[in-house]
Nanobody
Framework: QVQLVESGGGLVQPGGSLRLSCAAS????????MAWFRQAPGKEREWLARIRRSDESTWYADSVKGRFTVSKDGAQNIIHLQMNSLKREDTAVYYC????????WGQGTQVTVSS
């Protein structure tokens, strides 16, 4: 059974930074590929970034490339999403997913970018 728990969300001013974390538990083969998504009010869920923990390969959506960085936390089953130069339009619930088909999901963490 895979469980994902996100943390690190909150209120940040435009231009600020925030780091989200996702702690995974369960078989390592199920959590080798992990991803971050977000969903803003009234919008569809949007894929942001993906990491393959075994070799730390990463992929990014054009909308966040250069501002967001996904990384893993050493040997622990934790990934991070470092978000810089945040904009009001980054306000959303951010979700962590795992599995080759993103079949496992966390509950999400709210990020609000506002002055």
């Amino acid at each position: 059974q895979v469980q994902l728990v996100e943390s690190g969300g909150g209120l940040v001013q435009p231009g600020g930074s925030l780091r989200l974390s996702c702690a995974a538990s369960g078989p390592s083969f199920s959590t080798n590929i992990m991803a971050w998504f977000r969903q803003a009010p009234g919008k569809e869920r949007e894929w942001l970034a993906r990491i393959r923990r075994s070799d730390e390969s990463t992929w990014y959506a054009d909308s966040v490339k250069g501002r967001f960085t996904v990384s893993k936390d050493g040997a622990q089953n934790i990934i991070h999403l470092q978000m810089n130069s945040l904009k009001r339009e980054d306000t959303a619930v951010y979700y962590c997913a795992a599995g080759v088909s993103d079949q496992y999901w966390g509950q999400g963490t709210q990020v609000t970018v506002s002055s």
